[in-house]
Structures are given as C-alpha cells and as structure tokens.
Nanobody, 115 residues
Framework: QVQLVESGGGLVQPGGSLRLSCAAS????????MSWHRQAPGKERELVAG???????NYVDSVKGRFTISRDNAKNTVYLEMNSLKPEDTAVYYC?????????WGQGTQVTVSS
C-alpha cells in the first residue's frame, strides 16, 4: 500500500532553516510527481512546491527563492529545503502523491517559526 512518512519538522527562529523529508513506499516513486503542501491553523491546505518525475519544479509565490524541493529516486524520498523561514511559514507540512486520480497524504510534520 502507498505510504508517505514525513520528518524533519520542529521549532526554529525566524530566519532559520529546516529540511523536511518524505519517505515513500508502495508505488514506483520515480515515475510520479511529488508535492509538499501545508496547512496553518484556521486556514485551508495549500500547495507549497511540486516536482515532476523529470525534475521540473514549481513553487507557490510566497516561498520562491527561499524553499527548494528535490527528490532522490534511489532513496524514494522527496525533500523540502526551507531557508529564511518566517512566522507565516508555521504550519503542518504534508507530502502528497496522486496515483490514478487518488491522492495520498502522509501524517504531516509540524513546522513552527517563532522567537
């Protein structure tokens, strides 16, 4: 079965950095687009970044220049490098894959940006 397991969240000061990881299993990781989403308290879940099977990347405007999505197909893992973090980046971050129109989510990892 499809499984996505996020890790790497935590508490960081404004301006700091974190690297999130999402370990995938149960499907052929290399052929699917992977994405990161986030949900802040009281807000809807939003797409943060995506990476295609060929490595094409896209980002929401609010994180461009600060976040980088990457993937390691040998490790079945997708990463989100987050730099220059701001308090408004505080949210639960989720990994996502869509397979045959079905969306799969991990359990999420909490990122808190606060002094």
């Amino acid at each position: 079965q499809v499984q996505l397991v996020e890790s790497g969240g935590g508490l960081v000061q404004p301006g700091g950095s974190l690297r999130l990881s999402c370990a995938a299993s149960g499907f052929t990781f290399s052929v699917y687009r992977m994405s990161w989403h986030r949900q802040a308290p009281g807000k809807e879940r939003e797409l943060v970044a995506g990476i295609s099977s060929g490595g094409r990347r896209n980002y929401v405007d609010s994180v461009k220049g600060r976040f980088t999505i990457s993937r390691d197909n040998a490790k079945n893992t997708v990463y989100l490098e987050m730099n220059s973090l701001k308090p408004e980046d505080t949210a639960v971050y989720y990994c996502n894959v869509i397979i045959s129109t079905v969306g799969y989510w991990g359990q999420g990892t909490q990122v808190t940006v606060s002094s």
